[in-house]
């Protein structure tokens, strides 16, 4: 569903924080923000099921539905003394592929969700419109970012780094090693670049990070990736269920698996739940301080 560039749910942006499901910022026009939904609301369950020791991924699972289903969250907001319960009316949410825009003093900022397919197309367009401005750098954020299509991470790999650079290697046991390079000289290959990750960078993500970082092409800033580098083939079983069997690993550049420690930033910086409730985002700030002052 992800991949087509639309879902159904209740519209909301999440990551872990301190251990905790938190929700980062509810999507314009989504159910959850017509819920009342906030950014820093704590989820602790999803219809009565506590999320304390669940992945991401499998409380993403239990708040996704079909449209028009109801879900009971049970939410702990700052300033508010008992956990209360917020019913959502889930529907079909429209992912917005890129946010883009021009921060203050004259820094650039592109945040992609996810590489569907649509993703290089959409960071293309958003590219030329902001460079257009002259900017003085580059915030390309991938906090969050799940990961995709393999092609799409080539893509928008290949719009920071230059013609021909290795972006990484895919090996499978009895096959020859394959490397992917960058197709063209992208708009963006000098312009000074921070990218932002966090553990929610995942997969085509960790490439695109991992690829300009070895190019020593930008700066990493934020917290360590989730550590997705393997490839998996799905057979569809007869009963509904599927069987995913890895037949391929991922390497970085400098030859490093991308499978199980993840990427560590060139400069770490924690996001809090305490930041989120006041609306801060520090990882954004050192990305901006860092672009205009060089350090």
Avoid: C
């Amino acid at each position: 569903e992800d991949m087509q560039g639309s879902f159904e749910g209740i519209g909301a942006t999440v990551d872990m924080v301190d251990g905790r499901l938190t929700i980062i910022r509810p999507l314009p026009d989504s159910p959850a923000l017509a819920a009342g939904l906030e950014a820093g609301d704590v989820v602790l369950a999803v219809d009565d099921e506590p999320l304390k020791g669940k992945t991401i991924l499998e409380a993403i699972t239990l708040i996704r539905g079909p449209e028009g289903t109801v879900v009971r969250l049970l939410i702990e907001r700052k300033g508010i003394g008992e956990p209360f319960v917020v019913p959502v009316t889930r529907g079909k949410v429209d992912l917005p592929v890129v946010d883009s825009r021009m921060l203050e003093h004259g820094i650039a900022y592109v945040r992609l969700a996810e590489f569907n397919a649509v993703s290089g197309k959409r960071v293309r367009e958003a590219l030329s419109e902001l460079l257009a401005k002259q900017p003085k750098g580059l915030v390309f954020d991938l906090r969050g970012n799940p990961g995709g299509f393999l092609h799409m991470a080539v893509d928008v790999a290949s719009e920071f780094l230059p013609k021909d650079a290795l972006i990484l290697t895919e090996r499978e046991r009895g096959k020859p090693a394959r490397p992917y390079r960058a197709t063209v000289g992208g708009p963006a290959t000098e312009i000074p670049l921070v990218v932002l990750v966090n553990g929610g960078s995942a997969s085509a993500a960790e490439i695109v990070a991992g690829a300009i970082h070895d190019d020593s092409r930008g700066v990493l800033i934020g917290e360590r990736t989730y550590g997705k580098g393997s490839v998996q083939n799905t057979h569809e079983l007869r009963d509904g269920s599927s069987l995913r069997v890895t037949v391929a690993r991922w390497y970085l550049p400098s030859d490093t698996s991308l499978d199980g420690e993840g990427i560590e930033p060139d400069i770490v910086v924690a996001l809090t739940a305490d930041n989120v409730a006041a609306k801060r985002d520090p990882q954004l700030e050192r990305a901006t301080s860092y672009l205009l002052e060089g350090k």
